[in-house]
């Protein structure tokens, strides 16, 4: 089992920037490749963001590429989500989730994930 706890949302003015984290507790954290996806109200989870268990291989949604970054630090068994110049159509729940994979494959598809968070709000105002 693999427990996911995501922090850093927030309301944010459109243009401006917020950082998500996701902790991560049980398993040994290196071996999963993690992913954020998002969910805006009236709307399909949508995958956002992944990165495999080594940082080798990123996958972005073209809607955040240029905008979002994710990366891990596996010392700290945490996966962040770097936003900027956020825009009002970004305003969604943002979900962790985990995968267990040792390999250098992004997985991308919802139901290719194992483990989910319980989500944090991110609101941007235009």
């Known amino acids: 089992q693999v427990q996911l706890v995501e922090s850093g949302g927030g309301l944010v003015q459109a243009g401006g920037s917020l950082r998500l984290s996701c902790a991560a507790s049980?398993?040994?954290?290196?071996?999963?490749?993690m992913g954020w996806f998002r969910q805006a109200p009236g709307k399909e989870r949508e995958f956002v963001a992944a990165i495999s268990w080594s940082s080798r291989s990123t996958s972005a949604a073209d809607s955040v590429k240029g905008r979002f970054t994710i990366f891990r630090d596996n010392a700290k068994n945490t996966v962040y989500l770097q936003m900027n110049s956020l825009k009002p159509e970004d305003t969604a729940v943002y979900y962790c989730?985990?995968?267990?994979?040792?390999?250098?494959?992004?997985?991308?598809?919802?139901?290719?994930?194992?483990?989910w968070g319980q989500g944090t709000q991110v609101t941007v105002s235009s």
């Open positions: 989730a985990a995968k267990g994979s040792s390999s250098w494959y992004v997985p991308k598809q919802l139901g290719e994930f194992d483990y």
């Open positions: 049980g398993r040994t954290f290196s071996s999963y490749a």
